[in-house]
């Protein structure tokens, strides 16, 4: 069983991560996330980062990729195959999947690809240059001072 946990004492400590606060509180609300198709999601670097997902059996026009602002979505459905022939056994799933991922903000799809039934997804975070990190000038009754600020909060 899952504690729901009480953010509002952060609320008015912190500025613009009401975002994140509402992910958290939803993700304790909701449902495990399904485990079909199997994925890994890979930090590359500083800024670029990869979704692996494993769709064996699947072709490009079987798969459909949305991003829609802060939210990938990965969803597959399997047409109706002509079938020649009686399966003994199936063990390849062809079921329909629909897979959310939660986007941090300005991380963008740089390219999908699926080759020998991996479905990889890079993903790119490119910050606008008005939103990075910048000098702040403070005057005062002597003169213009500059102050260096290394990181943004």
């Known amino acids: 069983m899952r504690t729901a946990f009480d953010f509002s004492p952060l609320y008015r400590s912190t500025v613009g991560f009401d975002r994140l606060f509402d992910m958290l509180d939803q993700s304790a609300r909701t449902e495990p996330a399904p485990s079909w198709p199997p994925y890994n999601v890979e930090k590359l670097g500083e800024d670029h980062y990869r979704i692996t997902m494993a769709v064996a059996g699947f072709s490009p026009d079987d798969i459909e990729i949305i991003q829609k602002e802060n939210a990938l979505l990965v969803a597959g459905h399997k047409h109706p195959e002509q079938e020649n022939g009686q399966f003994l056994h199936r063990g390849i799933a062809t079921r329909a999947f629909k897979q959310t991922f939660n986007l941090a903000d300005y991380v963008k799809v740089k390219e999908a690809k699926l080759e020998n039934g991996l479905l990889t997804v890079d993903l790119v975070r ?8 910048h000098r702040i000038e403070i005057t005062t009754g002597g003169g213009p001072t500059t102050v260096k600020h290394d990181k943004a909060a």
């Open 126 to 133: 490119e910050v606008p240059e008005e939103m990075k990190p």
